[in-house]
């Protein structure tokens, strides 16, 4: 059974695509442009190879191959009587695969957040591929070439380095435009300016006569500012478009009388460039990479805010609810002992009756308070500040005899009713923390008001006594259960000394601006908002 297909044979089912012709046609045609505009020290064709084996998928790799084939074909058929068959086609046939390899092996890499991969590929890719072109050419050459093993290894090295990392970042930024939705303003402005910069200064550096080589050379230095300008503004896309145009230009200015001159000082700036460039695009992806994390964390947090904001307010509704049903209940109490007053009244007791709408008269209005505690509904028609003076709160305030008139400016009514109950309830629970943890006078200050397109309010409950501090423990009590409202509505809670001091906001923004506005309605003297000692 082993043998059978000794005997029967192999069946090898082969999909042969049209396009795929057209791929290898395209690919070859593109290694010959490449090639027409590289030196050994700055060869592009190394990175269409790299870019076509990323941009392809497998099932392609075979028309690629063939591509390859044919480009070599071309440019080293008449190579065959000086440097021999041998050597056309091992050197020929072993480029390609052994690039396919590497990609293979950082095929799980490719899908990453980061880019910092391609550097990897790039550099293995460049020392392979370099070190099995001079190795064959000293091996099977009829005569070795002339110059130094490991010194045209450096240059060879150095040139497809600097050809993968021209032509593959920018394949790579076209592969992931449609999942990279990052769209900050001034991209294309920037870019525009700083390809223009780097034209220019390349430019002037071919101007440059070639006894002033320490000039040329500070030139062609310079055109890596943009290059990293343009990285710290917009991470991973400036760096894919800086680094190739920054490679390209400094290539193209190029004295080249022959694809195999070598020009020894552009040959030192191209070795600093490519350390540049690959610093630029690891700096790039990690910009990148912080920043979509950054993004995730605010998208996260605004939405936890939101979330908080609409708990709030269902929580609020409920409340509402049975603070009007426990005011139906109050009603119906008190039209039922009106009727029992009157009879009592028919029947000639008018000493009963009276007694009797007294007390009725003392705890309904004792209960109607406890109910406007549960839910302020004087609030909706009449303003926060009423709710505070005139309901069951300023009743409470007043039986423990410590807590002073409040002091209220602005007008609570432009403030929605949302934001004026979440004042609402992290002031009172402000009092209450105050008044069961610390010992004294309380007083209680307000102000609300408008900052720019921002509604606000501040709002301070502290101790009478200033030489006084607030304890540790009030101090934790105040930040843990006081802040998670105060967050919701984009606030702050700050305790100084001997006061809790909140803020919060009609907008939804950040807490770092909350606190920058919370900083700007505390200092500035804006109209709507006071004075500054109003506030503290």
Known sequence: MRLDWWKDGLQVNLHIRPAGFVLAAAYAIACWAARQLSLDQFYLPAGVRVAAVLLCPPRLWPYLLLGEYAYFAQMRYPMVEKYGLTWVILASASLMPAVMLLTRLHQKLVHATTNIWLISLAASSAIVVSLINRSLSEL????PPATPYFTSVARYMVGDFIGILTIAPLVLLWM??????????????????GLGTMIALGLLATLVPTESSAAKTSLQLLMALPAIALTCLHGWRGAAISVPALNLVLGL????????????????????????????????????????????????GKNAIKLARTSHIASEMDLRERALHLRRLGDGIDMSLSEIVSWLKQQGHHTIATSLLHTSSVHSRQFREQTSMVYPTS???LGLYVALQAG??????????????????????????????????????????????????VRVRARCGRVGHQSGIVLTVGLLDSRRSLSDATVALATERLAGRTLAYSGVVQCRRNRIRMALFETSTSSSAAAMQSSTLDQAGVAGLGSQQALT
Not at 140 to 143: A, E, G, K, Q, T
Not at 176 to 181: A, C, E, K, L, T
Not at 413 to 422: D, F, G, K, N, T
Request: hydrophobic share 40%; with cysteine; charged share 20%.
């Open 176 to 193: 992931r435009q449609s999942s990279d939705r990052e769209n900050k303003p001034g991209f294309s402005t920037a870019t525009i300016a």
């Open 253 to 300: 200015t190029m004295a080249s009388p022959s694809p195999t001159s070598f020009d020894a000082a552009t040959f030192a700036t191209q070795q600093i460039m490519a350390i540049t460039g690959a610093a630029l695009l690891v700096l790039g992806s990690r910009i990148t990479h912080y920043y979509h994390q950054y993004r995730i964390r605010d998208f996260d």
């Open 392 to 441: 069951g709160v300023r009743e409470a305030w007043e039986l423990t005899a410590r807590v002073l008139r409040p002091q209220l400016g602005g007008d609570p009514c432009r403030l929605s009713v949302e934001l004026q109950l979440a004042t609402y309830r992290t002031l009172t629970e402000a009092v209450s923390l105050l008044l069961k943890s610390e010992s004294g006078q």
């Open 379 to 381: 609030l909706e028609h």
């Open 140 to 143: 099977l050459w009829p005569i």
